[in-house]
């Protein structure tokens, strides 16, 4: 190789090395760029969830230490009013009236914030919500679950909301008779596994076409407990999911 072959070549190669490093920074620039952008989101999810559970928590203690005594201070007077027959009755219903609005405020608090989730755990919860369940729908839950270990409030809370979409997507759109519920754990990971007798969906195409508000909570909230999902659906075959949580 004579001198201007040489120099053409190493010409060439200077260009090439320079062409490569370029092209290897900006493949790096977008990979970090990527994982940032895929942190930022994970951030945003989380701060939403937090926020969200914040607010239901104060909300349900605001129903049940302030307006659950005042309501029953109200009951209270108007039991201690004299009155004849006529109005008596009118205070009978109004009393009666205000039972039903304690209930409910019971209700709507502990379904905000079970007080079961935080005394005992996160499967007797879910024990208590499928038990309230089956005095309104005909939907057949069976839930079985081993001792799970400990889990921090942050994932207790996730898994009972996660059960709670589960249960509320078939009956809304499942139209299944029957709904099996398994809560396992080992010493790495906990596992949710359900599966309903209903009408199934194309996942791929619900995830692509719709992505539903109840899909992306169940994603969001696995993702921000580290855990994986996994979702077997085919029309005509029912549900199946799969919800892996690292301990």
Known sequence: MDAHETTIYTTVLIISIIGG???LYFI????RQHR???ELYKSK???EITTLENERTRVSADLHDELGPLLFTVKFKISSIEANTEDQKVLGEASSHLDDIIQRIREISNDLMPGTLLRKGVHYAIEEFIDNLAKTTTLHITFIHQDVAELSKEKAINLYRIVQEIIHNTLKHARASDLDIALTSSETKLVLNTQDNGIGFDYLTERI???GLGLRNLLNRTEFMGGNIYIESMPGQGTKYTIEIPL
């Open 21 to 23: 490093s370029i092209i």
């Open 28 to 31: 790096i620039s977008m990979i």
């Open 36 to 38: 940032r952008n895929i």
């Open 45 to 47: 999810v989380r701060a």
């Open 209 to 211: 076409e719709n992505s």
